[in-house]
């Protein structure tokens, strides 16, 4: 049986609702579709989870963890969910040219090594078409530099993509499902992230030992 992949989702769109989490979704969506038809070493179409998170909820949290070094359990919670996840799908609205100041503070309580090899769909919203190529000059050096691997599609939508007025060369559908498309094809080269837990003490003590062992040792024994 093939494994189910799963996907974190992350949306740092300020308002409620928002066009930054309805870009999320949408990417969210076409991922899952291309993954459905996408076969596993078994021939079958491989499942997948999809964990939604939206960066205003954790935004006092994330502040506390840049003050403190410490992320309170709901955010180690969400963060843990990210850096295991096979795939991430990262969307942010664009403010003064470049990505929001509450999705870059997510990034700086990450590891620096947490998004190493993780495919990754970029996603970016704002007013104005004048402002897409922040994704490539802005948030893809940025996950580059984590180690990560951005598609080579990022999407952009203005709010006149949302309307009947969009671009019309290429419209915001198919460029979200190119970019799906990519990032499915990301995950189905990819083995299954490995589940692990954190409070396993072979995780960080070695296969087969225990804290007994870690107090044994620091006893002389």
């Given amino acids: ?93 664009i403010f003064s040219t470049s990505y929001s100041g509450l999705f870059k503070s997510f990034i700086d309580v990450l590891e620096p090594d947490a998004l190493t090899g993780k495919p990754v769909l970029i996603g970016a919203n704002a007013g104005t078409a004048r402002h897409s190529l922040a994704i490539d000059y802005a948030i893809r050096p940025l996950f580059t530099y984590l180690h990560a691997e951005p598609v080579s599609t990022g999407v952009f939508a203005a709010s006149s993509d949302w309307g009947g007025s969009g671009d019309q060369v290429a419209p915001l559908g198919e460029r979200i499902e190119r970019g799906a498309r990519e990032l499915a094809e990301a995950v189905a080269r990819r083995a299954p992230e490995a589940s692990v837990d954190p409070f396993d003490p072979s995780n960080y003590l070695g296969e087969g030992r225990s804290f007994g062992h870690l107090l044994g040792g620091l006893a002389g024994e």
């Fill in 1 to 93: 049986m093939t494994t189910a992949r799963r996907i974190a989702v992350v949306s740092a769109g300020l308002s409620n609702p928002s066009s930054t989490r309805m870009l999320a979704d949408r990417l969210a969506a076409s991922t899952v579709a291309a993954l459905g038809q996408t076969t596993g070493a078994d021939g079958q179409p491989i499942p997948v989870e999809v964990d939604v998170f939206e960066l205003r909820d954790y935004a006092h949290d994330i502040t506390n963890n840049l003050l403190t070094g410490f992320a309170p359990p709901a955010l180690e919670s969400m963060i843990n969910a990210v850096v295991s996840a096979d795939a991430l799908i990262a969307v942010t609205p």
